[in-house]
């Protein structure tokens, strides 16, 4: 098991040295941060003075070495925007994006999986061919598309629900959440649904594939040969068979929903890292953006690994130890 | 006395798109208390299916289309899903064939035997693990209380088996239906289970379905044989009268296939050819294609006709008092 988790996290530093690396010439190569951070009416001499402050004056090479070289003590640099620590304004912002991606999960799982079991288990009825083309839809339909809508709709139309921003929040041992409130639901909703839409939708798929294939073995006509009520056979014995797949599948999209957020985020105003991203990207504020990517990595590698363990709970056939 | 199991006429099908599969075709038989009859044909003669049938577990579009299936005198071709619901399991149980597939994998076999309990029992979970421990017990598993805390995959096939036969025996059933139950496990094994279910039944008057394609499986078990091919019953009667003297001309293949039965050095006899398929069969005997024996008569279905009490065949030409030679089978 610590073996397993060490692999895990060596895999982790394997892939942020890359990707740090590939930020800093990306950036480089997109343009002068100097440009956009120094006005223009800016003397030559007050130029070079903020280039020297940030260490742009220095060889690219170099800025790397300083870059690791702090980064190895917890340092990450400072935004060249707002002139604090990168990391801190990243962990600021993490929890309302982690919040938006949960509720948007838990969403896409509660309505996903009866929906997709529905749909296995009646896959002749009409009702199971509408689920299906449903989920074509919310497969394919654009992020951003989906998004808007929802605002035209809700919003514009109706006027039930806020266009945008995060609303009132409550302070739960200094993190931020909205989902504890009504009024922070209002604010919630339509961005958990725009960015939970196509999970859903890919649950509600696998979901019915696995369901059909389940219903067919022979330990489903056995529970049914024993005597069990309907109920039991299907809330139980398929239903914990179809929880092993849809559990590694939804943590592991997880990630996607994390990073996907960037661009719901940015529809609906959501004060999450995926705007700061942006931003930063737009400000060509480098720090932000690796900060940004070394906190999303570390996320994912901890959700895969959340994941695994969670998978050999639900299948008893699965044992950490053996997993290469 | 009235007989545990009634079965007339039975019909079960299922629609498909080049027609109908006839899967069981006309089947009448009769179980009694505490009475083995052993259900014997090749793959695909409609074995298990018949055995589904009893248990209502067609799945659809598969339907009992006609016929009646009287458990204890009480009708079960129109009985609603929760009275079979409450048969099932309780007071008539199944075993199936593959005990690597008949437990459920995610779920520990306290939680797979306890809830069989009580779905037909108001008890408590206290009671029922008991139930369970002493029921693993009388088919031999060692340490019970221990291996019921263990998951599916952490026991060989022989003791799945067992499990899955412990679980059929919870609520002493007055039938067992067991679909080639040993077919899977070794021979050692095999004869271990056979034995014990063999006393199980003697003991508590339970009577018992025994489904094989093997028929040397059988010899040793069963009261009674039925020997099914296609669909419908071919020769039916008691297992000494049917293995010494078989009349109908598969039965006399399908002990020619038996190891054993032939004279030593000769080779194995198999019935050259194939079960038709099920769709769309021309009229008469179905055998009519594979059998020695076949003239212009055998255009037409023969019916199943007692030579003597007890003993049905159906043949038309059936093989009267001829002893069994290799040459004859041929
Ligand atoms: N769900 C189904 N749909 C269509 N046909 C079916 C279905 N289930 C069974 N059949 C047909 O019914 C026939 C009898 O099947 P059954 O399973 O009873 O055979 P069996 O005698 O038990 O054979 P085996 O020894 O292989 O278990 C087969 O020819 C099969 O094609
Ligand atoms: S009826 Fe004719 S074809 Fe059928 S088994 Fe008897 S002899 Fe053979
Ligand atoms: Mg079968």
Redesign the interface.
Known sequence: MLVFIIRRLMQAALVVAVMSVLVFVGIYMIGDPLAILVSPEATELDREAIARSLGLDRPMWEQYLAFVGSALQGDFGKSFVFGQPAIGLILERMPATLELALIATIMSVLIGVPLGLYAGLRHETVAARAIMAGSVLGFSLPNFWVGLMLIMVFAVQLGWLPASGRGPTVDVFGIQLSFLTLAGWKYLALPALTLGLSKCALIVRLARATAREVML???V?????????EK?VIG??IL??IM?PITTVTGLELGTLIAFAVITETIFSWPGMGKLLIDSIVHLDRPVVVAYLIVVVLLLVLISLIVDILYSV????VRLGDAK | MVATLQVENLETHFPSRDGIVRAVDGVSFAIEPGEILGLVGESGSGKSITGFSILGLIDPPGRIANGSIKFKGEELTTASPERLRQLRGARIAMIFQDPMMTLNPVLRIDTQMIETVQAHEKVSEAAARVRCVETLKAVGIAAPEDRLKSYPHQFSGGMRQRIAIATALLHKPDLIIADEPTTALDVTIQGQILYEMRKLCRETGTALIWITHDLSVVAGLADRIMVMYAGKIVETGKIATVIERPQHPYTRGLIGSVPGAMPRGKRLFQIPGMTPALINLPPGCRFKNRCARADATCEAMPELAELQPGHGVRCHHPFGAEPLTLAEVR
Do not use: C, T
């Not at chain 1, 006509?221 to 009520?229: D, I, N, Q, V």
């Not at chain 1, 639900?314 to 056939?317: F, H, N, S, T, Y």
């Open positions: 073995m022979d330990f006509k056995f529970a049914r040969a024993k005597g069990l009520s039991r139980v014995h914990k068979n092993v639900l299948d008893p056939r």
